[in-house]
């Protein structure tokens, strides 16, 4: 493959994301907690947070490193002093009428400037995306409504969330497709989780706008979408709108529209009128930050192991296959259950095996792609059950031949029901292996029987018998050895040729 998936050059797709660091303690400029979900609405709040007249902010100092980190992974270089400016705006869900952020248009006073992430999917193809900025600001409010209030005229505002910090990424529209985007967005969870200052299964942790432009055509940008899994979903639909109207011959307009997740689809919020006038100007009351060599050399000193040497190491040290190590590496709950399951099995090829292919498999039959999120935290609910014994005690019961992968896979939904071991489980209800030639020859022998065209099709490719295979496992409630049934059948398929028949 030379590019990823249906790359086209005339797609131009760019992204704004937002990242709340969940790691925080504390809001951005004061000291209420940054935990603000599930609490009481206006709760999680103060005079500083809450704008009043008088107060002061006071920068959260590990902010910035945090963002710091990020900018430094992202291969940012790091300006050499920090600004802060006030976006000037009215909206209810922002009680300070304005928003203390870094970007002002004119000068780059941001966190980090000009990064570079390189993209390669499994196949080795690459692809370069430039990080444009990535800067520090607070999270507004949030507006509510109840449905006993007529949506309508009203609306409730819930300040908890207001003076979260977020830090947000802007790239440039270097993305020529849907699953590019995806990629480079998967790579991000994996360095938010692996540099722990930012947890992207919380709900609304992670937010993106994406914007899409087909060729010389006006330049859409999409608002709102909730969750890193629809991204994807939300410009694909751009990109099929935008073209479908282009075959008509209907001229693309430069406008603003919503992500609407329950319908899966974009719909207009408001047309593109002119850049707004935020009048920005230096945040008075937080001097610049000034930014040292030695302090960038202290924050990446501090960091801990990134995606990229743990791929490495998974690779060196565990002689995994590099595809299987990344994998691993991208869903950082993995990589751990990995290097915890070891400890109880060292056949760390069989364990990451048994991970990838049979535990992911599960988790991603699990998700019904609802899209909202809610499938990552579902799936967290899975693995808190899935301990690393369980993983290596059924590693291990494959390996030596006591079960076959098939057996495997419903102890596993057993663990998951019961937390039983899976060595218990596999005494409690007798689900060792079927190898006895004779109690499978009559499941053998319907299943030819039922199947006779199937039967006859093997006669001249191979490929045929893994339809029987498959029916003779199912009739053996996944218990036969599938090794064992296939030479059987293989005998069966010779003899009837011998026989001519
Ligand atoms: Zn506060």
């Known amino acids: 493959m030379t590019s990823i998936g249906n790359s086209d050059a005339r797609v131009r797709i760019g992204l704004e994301i937002h990242c709340q660091l969940t790691a925080l303690r504390s809001k951005l400029f004061c000291t209420c907690p940054a935990d603000y979900r599930g609490k009481e609405p206006n709760t999680n709040v103060c005079p500083v947070c809450l704008g009043m007249p008088g107060t002061l902010p006071l920068l959260n100092r590990r902010a910035i490193e945090y963002a710091m980190m990020l900018a430094l992974v992202l291969n940012c270089k790091i300006p050499s002093r920090i600004t802060f400016y006030r976006k000037n705006y009215f909206y209810p869900d922002l009680p300070k009428n304005f928003q203390i952020t870094q970007y002002n248009a004119y000068e780059q006073a941001s966190v980090g400037v000009d990064g570079v992430v390189e993209l390669d999917d499994l196949d080795g193809s690459s692809k370069t995306i430039r990080i444009r900025r990535l800067q520090l600001e607070e999270d507004p409010g949030r507006l509510a409504y109840d449905g006993s209030i007529d949506r309508s005229n009203y609306a409730l505002v819930d300040y908890n969330r207001a003076g979260v910090a977020l830090v947000e990424i802007v790239s440039e529209p270097d993305f020529n497709a849907p699953n590019e985007v995806r990629l480079f967005l998967n790579r991000l969870a994996s360095i938010l989780e692996h540099l722990g200052i930012c947890n992207p299964a919380l709900e609304g942790a992670v937010r993106c706008d994406a914007n899409v432009s087909i060729g010389e055509q006006a330049r859409v940008e999409i608002k709102n979408i909730n969750s890193f899994k629809d991204v994807e979903r939300a410009v694909t639909f751009e990109?099929?709108?935008?073209?479908?109207?282009?075959?008509?011959?209907?001229?693309?307009?430069?406008?603003?529209?919503?992500?609407?997740?329950?319908?899966?689809?974009?719909?207009?919020?408001?047309?593109?009128?002119?850049?707004?006038?935020?009048?920005?100007?230096?945040?008075?009351?937080?001097?610049?930050?000034?930014?040292?060599?030695?302090?960038?050399?202290?924050?990446?000193?501090?960091?801990?192991?990134?995606?990229?040497?743990?791929?490495?190491?998974?690779?060196?040290?565990?002689?995994?296959?590099?595809?299987?190590?990344?994998?691993?590496?991208?869903?950082?709950?993995?990589?751990?259950?990995?290097?915890?399951?070891?400890?109880?099995?060292?056949?760390?090829?069989?364990?990451?095996?048994?991970?990838?292919?049979?535990?992911?498999?599960?988790?991603?039959?699990?998700?019904?792609?609802?899209?909202?999120?809610?499938?990552?935290?579902?799936?967290?609910?899975?693995?808190?059950?899935?301990?690393?014994?369980?993983?290596?005690?059924?590693?291990m019961l494959v390996d030596s031949g006591k079960i076959n992968r098939a057996t495997a896979r419903q102890i596993l939904q057993r663990v998951i029901a019961t937390g039983m071991l899976p060595s218990a489980i596999v005494q409690s209800i007798n689900v060792d292996m079927l190898s006895n030639k004779d109690e499978l020859a009559s499941i053998v022998d319907k299943v030819i029987e039922e199947e006779r065209k199937a039967f006859m099709d093997a006669l001249s490719n191979e490929k045929a018998l893994n339809y029987l295979l498959g029916k003779v496992m199912r009739y053996s409630n996944g218990r036969a050895d599938p090794k064992l049934v296939l030479s059987m059948l293989k005998e069966r398929v010779i003899g009837t040729s011998k026989t001519g028949q």
């Open 239 to 395: 990109i099929t709108r935008q073209r479908s109207l282009a075959a008509r011959g209907i001229e693309i307009r430069g406008e603003t529209r919503h992500w609407d997740d329950a319908r899966r689809i974009t719909v207009q919020a408001r047309a593109k009128e002119e850049e707004e006038d935020y009048r920005y100007f230096p945040e008075p009351d937080i001097p610049s930050i000034v930014i040292s060599s030695k302090d960038v050399e202290a924050i990446k000193a501090s960091m801990p192991e990134l995606p990229h040497a743990r791929v490495e190491r998974f690779v060196n040290v565990y002689s995994l296959s590099r595809d299987t190590a990344k994998i691993l590496v991208g869903e950082k709950h993995l990589a751990d259950l990995f290097e915890a399951s070891i400890k109880y099995y060292d056949n760390a090829r069989s364990v990451a095996n048994w991970i990838v292919t049979d535990l992911k498999g599960y988790l991603e039959r699990y998700d019904d792609g609802g899209g909202d999120g809610s499938s990552s935290s579902s799936n967290s609910v899975i693995l808190a059950k899935v301990t690393p014994k369980h993983i290596a005690e059924l590693a």
